[in-house]
Structures are given as structure tokens and as C-alpha cells.
């Protein structure tokens, strides 16, 4: 029999676990409160990394789940994710080059380029540093339409994807997680992996157990579509920038977003004028519409996987750097729940530990 698994939540963590699943051979269950491709998802800047300022075990990770994002295209053709590096000048010269340095010694090199490779690289730029680096293994995708391509692999191995079907509780006997509460009552199953993003710690709470987590909000800008004006992704001080398949140029004031304030309109407003006065033929372009996201950040800033409190029946997966981390958390979540193996990668990020329980 094959082991019937319910996930919690369609964003591409949800639909890249539904999909590693599907094809390891289980039954398969995604329950989505709203449309597929869930919440936090849909308002990500959606930059494929290793280059953000994190600690070595974070490093492998990103850089592991950078190359399992390669695999994913070959093994799905409709799976669109663009290659096309990172500009970086968003710290002060001397913070940049012990940053570069760092990931050298890592193995990650940065290119260092100067004022006439940046023209060469993103030559609508009008304003440019005299030296920055370069990150030619970064990437980009459109993050909702990749949960959907995902949500639809995964319906193509047998998963079923239930949407607008809020998940009330967690249904637990015997100190088992069995399902969860819906609506129209319980859906059993075998395992259920939380991956509701910035619900995940109240559904935990329904069995009793704590988890703490936070969910800070950030805006994106989203122009009004444009003929092609930006090659790759742009990392500047107080403002980044990536230009959509549609056209739209997404700003926030770092890849996280901004925090809106109270005042939403007025800084999308500003964010766009900053794009306008940077990018040659963006002027008045205009905001097309702005996007603020809640993005799910355990306590201590570093990704949480793997069985609560050794809690049976239950998984949960909770991380702020969803695009960039769904390839890998995607696989071994499926690894661990279909064979108990756990990737020596997540050696660090259990989900017990002090600084988040």
C-alpha cells in the first residue's frame, strides 16, 4: 500500500514536497485554505540564491537546492527558470569584497566587475558603481506560475490538489497526527507535512505544540508591463530590481521587500520612481500594482524540517527562503517521510531546537 500523505499548504515548498512525493510512489493530498499556489509565494521577488549573507550550513543547503532546481527543469520541461546572474553592490566596497571572499573560499565565487562589465551586463542601468560583483549561477522564475507547474506535475502522478479548503485543526489520536480537520470533516492519512507558511505555528498549536516563528511583511512595486530593460537581477542599496516575463520590473528595497508602514501606496509609489530614475526607458513607465507579502521566518532566521518534537505523523517545513530552498527541502522532506533517511544537510535545522521551541 502506499503511504497516503496530506500537505498542508500549495506554495512551491507545498507543491515541490507534492511533487517529490507523487513521484516517490505516495498518495498524495495538498490542501490549500486559498487557490493553488498558496500565499507567501505569490508575493516573492523570487531570486534563486546562495549569495545573501548567511552562515556555511545555510550556504550548502542554498547551493544544493540551486543545483537540484537544474534536475527539476530536465525532469519537467514546463518548469521556466531563467539563469541569468546577479549584479551586487548593496554593501559598503569593504563588506562587498570580505563577503566575495567569503564565498570564494567556499566555493561560490563572485565575479568582480567593474563600471564598463556592468554596462556590458544591464546596459539601461544609469546609474552604476565603479566596481560590484557578479553571481553568474543565480537565477529567477515567476513563483506562482512555478508552484502551479509543479501542482500540475504532481496532479500528473496522481496528486490531488484540494483549494479553498482551510485546514481547521489537526486531527490527532493516540498521540498520532491522522489528518486534518476540514470543513467537511477529517482527511486521514499516513503523514501530514505542514507547509502552510505563516500559519504553519497555530496549526502546531493544535497539538500542543510550540513553535516559534515570525511572518514580517515586505511590498514589491510591480510596474506596468515594458519591452525587455532589464537582463538579470540587480541588488543596489535601498533597491532591487528584476524584470518578469510579462515585462513588469519588481522593485523592493532588498529582495525581501519592504515594510509597508501603514502607508503601502506611498512607498510602492516611491519604489517605483527609484526604478524610473534608474533604468533608462522605464521613465514614466508607471506602478501597475503592489504585492505585500507575509513571509514565515523561524525565531532565529534559519529554515525548520523534520518531525516536531519527534511528534508521529506530522512534518513540518518552515523557511523565509522559499524559491531559492523548495528544489532541495522539496527532495528530502520526500526522502525522509517515504524511506526515514534524513539528508546530513538538514543536520542543523531541526525544528527542536531551543532557539525556536
Keep these: 500500500m502506499p503511504k497516503r500523505v496530506i500537505v498542508i499548504g500549495s506554495g512551491i515548498i507545498g507543491a515541490s514536497i507534492a511533487w517529490h512525493l507523487a513521484k516517490g510512489g505516495a498518495e498524495v493530498a495538498v490542501v490549500e485554505a486559498d487557490q493553488p499556489g498558496g500565499v507567501a509565494t505569490r508575493a516573492s521577488w523570487a531570486w534563486i540564491n546562495a549569495s545573501w549573507g548567511n552562515p556555511e550550513p545555510y550556504f550548502r543547503l542554498r547551493i544544493r537546492s540551486m543545483a537540484h532546481w537544474h534536475k527539476m527543469q530536465s525532469e519537467i520541461p514546463s518548469l521556466a527558470i531563467n539563469w541569468c546572474g546577479g549584479l551586487i553592490w548593496d554593501l559598503a566596497p569593504a563588506e562587498l569584497d570580505a563577503y566575495a571572499a567569503e564565498r570564494a573560499q567556499w566555493g561560490q565565487p563572485l565575479r568582480k566587475v567593474g563600471r564598463g562589465e556592468i554596462h556590458a551586463i544591464e546596459p539601461k542601468l544609469k546609474q552604476v558603481p565603479d566596481e560590484g560583483y557578479f553571481a553568474p ?28 479548503t482551510p485546514v481547521k485543526w489537526l486531527a490527532e489520536e493516540h498521540g498520532r497526527v491522522v489528518g486534518v480537520m476540514t470543513d467537511v470533516g477529517v482527511i486521514h492519512a499516513d503523514e501530514v507535512v505542514v507547509a502552510a507558511g505563516a500559519g504553519s505555528a497555530q496549526l502546531l498549536d493544535s497539538v500542543g505544540l510550540s513553535f516559534r516563528m515570525n511572518a514580517p511583511a515586505g511590498l514589491l512595486s510591480h510596474s506596468k508591463p515594458a519591452p525587455k530593460l532589464v537582463n538579470g537581477l540587480v541588488m543596489t542599496p535601498g533597491l532591487h530590481i528584476r524584470q518578469t516575463a510579462e515585462g513588469r520590473i519588481v522593485a523592493g528595497t532588498d529582495f525581501a521587500g519592504a515594510d509597508p508602514e501603514g502607508n503601502a501606496e506611498a512607498l510602492a509609489a516611491d519604489l517605483q520612481a527609484k526604478v524610473e530614475a534608474m533604468v533608462e ?24 524540517i523534520g518531525r516536531p518534537h519527534s511528534k508521529n505523523g506530522l512534518y513540518l517545513v518552515v523557511t523565509h527562503s522559499g524559491v531559492t530552498l523548495a528544489a532541495a527541502l522539496g527532495l528530502f522532506a520526500a526522502q525522509e517521510l517515504l524511506t526515514g533517511q534524513r539528508d546530513p544537510l538538514l543536520a542543523t535545522f531541526s525544528p527542536d531546537r531551543p532557539t525556536l521551541t
Excluded at 537565477?139 to 496522481?158: D, F, I, N, S
Aim: glycine share 18%; no cysteine.
Design 137 to 164: 549561477g543565480e537565477g529567477m522564475l515567476e513563483p506562482l506560475a512555478t508552484a502551479q507547474v509543479l501542482l500540475g506535475a504532481a496532479r500528473a502522478l496522481g496528486a490531488e490538489v484540494l483549494t479553498e
Design 281 to 304: 526607458g522605464a521613465e514614466g513607465l508607471g506602478l501597475d500594482f503592489f504585492t505585500v507579502g507575509y513571509r514565515p521566518t523561524p525565531a532565529d532566521g534559519f529554515s525548520a
